[in-house]
C-alpha cells in the first residue's frame, strides 16, 4: 500500500515538474530578452555619446547575467571574422537556449548585419528602433509570462492527479 501511494505521489511531482519546465521557458525568455534591451540600450549610450568602437565597448561592458556569456563568445568570434558574421555566429541558437521566438532570433543576428555597416547617425537610428522593437517584445513576454505563466503548472499537477485517481 506505501508503495502504492509512493507511486502515485511520484506521477504527480512529475506531472507537475512537467508544467514546471514549460512555465521555465516564459521565465527565460522574460529575463534574455531584459538583459539583452539593457545591453542594446548600453551599447547605444556607448556610441551616442562616447562614440566608442563596437569592440573595445564589448570589452568594456560588464554585467552579472547571462548576456555575458553572449558577449564574450562574440569576443572570440571577433578575433577571427567580421562583426556581421560574428554576431549572427553568436546568437544563432537562442530560440532554443533561452526560449525566445524564432522571430525574435531572427531579429537579434538582422541587427549585427546593420550595425556596422552605416554611419553614426543610422546606427544610432537603428539602435532607437531596435530598442523599441525590444521593448515591444518584452512586454509581450511579460504578459504572455503572467497570463499563460502558471496555467502549465497546474495543468501538470491536474493530469497528474487525474492519473493517480485512475489508478487508485
Not at 516564459?26 to 539593457?38: A, C, G, M, S
Not at 497570463?147 to 493517480?164: R, T, V, W
Request: aromatic content about 14%.
Amino acid at each position: 500500500m506505501n508503495i502504492k501511494i509512493l507511486g502515485l505521489f511520484i506521477v504527480i511531482i512529475s506531472c507537475s515538474l512537467v508544467g514546471v519546465s514549460v512555465y521555465e521557458k516564459y521565465y527565460r525568455r522574460t529575463v534574455f530578452l531584459k538583459n539583452y534591451l539593457e545591453f542594446i540600450i548600453y551599447l547605444k549610450n556607448e556610441i551616442n555619446y562616447k562614440q566608442n568602437q563596437i569592440f573595445s565597448i564589448l570589452e568594456n561592458y560588464k554585467s552579472a547575467t547571462s548576456i555575458n556569456f553572449y558577449i564574450s563568445k562574440l569576443l572570440n568570434y571577433l578575433k577571427k571574422y567580421p562583426l556581421e558574421y560574428s554576431w549572427s555566429k553568436t546568437f544563432e541558437k537562442i530560440s532554443s537556449e533561452n526560449g525566445v521566438s524564432q522571430n525574435e532570433e531572427n531579429m537579434i543576428k538582422e541587427f549585427g548585419k546593420q550595425l556596422c555597416s552605416l554611419d553614426l547617425e543610422m546606427e544610432i537610428n537603428i539602435l532607437k528602433h531596435h530598442i523599441e522593437t525590444l521593448k515591444m517584445h518584452l512586454n509581450e513576454a511579460i504578459n504572455a509570462k503572467k497570463s499563460k505563466g502558471k496555467l502549465p503548472i497546474i495543468l501538470g499537477f491536474s493530469i497528474g492527479l487525474f492519473i493517480a485517481i485512475i489508478f487508485i
